[in-house]
C-alpha cells in the first residue's frame, strides 16, 4: 500500500495537510460567528430589558446560524476524532483485538463518508430551489434573511465531512493492511 510507496505517502500527506488547513478554517469561522452570535444575543437582551426594543430577527438568525456553525465545525471534529461514540469498546478492542478495531473504524468512515454524500446531493436540489425562489425566514417587513447561504453551508460543511470521513478510511486501510503501527 501507500507505505510501501514513499511518493504516494508524501502525496497523501500533502493532501492531508492541507485539508486540514481547509478545515481549520472552516473551524475559525464557526467560532467567530459563535462569538457574534453571543454578541447578538447580548445586545438583544440588553436592549429587550432596557429599552423595550429587541433586535429584529434574532431568533431567526439563532436558528440558522446553529445548523451553519454545525456544519461548520463538524469535519473539524471529526479529524480531532471529538465525534461522540462509545470509546469503550473500541478501547478494549485495541489491546484485545487490534485488525478488528481497525476494521471497525473502517466502516464507520465508509458509512460516514457515504451518509455525508448523501446529504450533500439531496441539498443541492433545495439550494437550487432556495436560490430560484428566494425563500427567507422571517416576517416582511420586520425581518428577512435569505435562507441559501445556509442551504449553501449545509452543501460544503457535508463535502469537507465526507472527505474528512474518506481520509479516515484510507488510514484506516492503512492500518488495517499495512504495518502494525
Known amino acids: 500500500m501507500i507505505k510501501n510507496h514513499p511518493q504516494k505517502q508524501e502525496f497523501f500527506s500533502l493532501i492531508e495537510k492541507i ?9 475559525f469561522l464557526a467560532t467567530v460567528w459563535i462569538l457574534l ?8 437582551v440588553i436592549g429587550r430589558a432596557f429599552f423595550s426594543h429587541p433586535i429584529a430577527g434574532v431568533p431567526e438568525m439563532v436558528s440558522l446560524s446553529i445548523v451553519a456553525i454545525v456544519f461548520l465545525q463538524l469535519s473539524s471534529t471529526l479529524r480531532a476524532n471529538r465525534i461522540t461514540r462509545s470509546d469503550m469498546l ?10 478488528f478495531k481497525y476494521f471497525l473504524e473502517l466502516v ?3 458509512a460516514g463518508l457515504y451518509i455525508m454524500l448523501i446529504i450533500a446531493k439531496a441539498s443541492y436540489p433545495k439550494l437550487l430551489k432556495s436560490i430560484e425562489r428566494q425563500e427567507f425566514v422571517g416576517a416582511i417587513g420586520h425581518f428577512t434573511a435569505p435562507t441559501w447561504p445556509i442551504k449553501l453551508i449545509i452543501i460544503i460543511g457535508s463535502l469537507a465531512i465526507a472527505i474528512q470521513f474518506a481520509i ?3 488510514k484506516g486501510l492503512i492500518k488495517l493492511f499495512g504495518s502494525s503501527k
Open 19 to 27: 485539508f486540514n488547513y481547509f478545515s481549520e478554517m472552516l473551524n
Open 108 to 110: 464507520f468512515s465508509i
Open 168 to 170: 479516515n478510511a484510507i
Open 37 to 44: 452570535l453571543m454578541l447578538l444575543i447580548t445586545a438583544d
Open 90 to 99: 473500541f478501547t478494549l478492542l485495541e489491546k484485545r483485538a487490534p485488525k
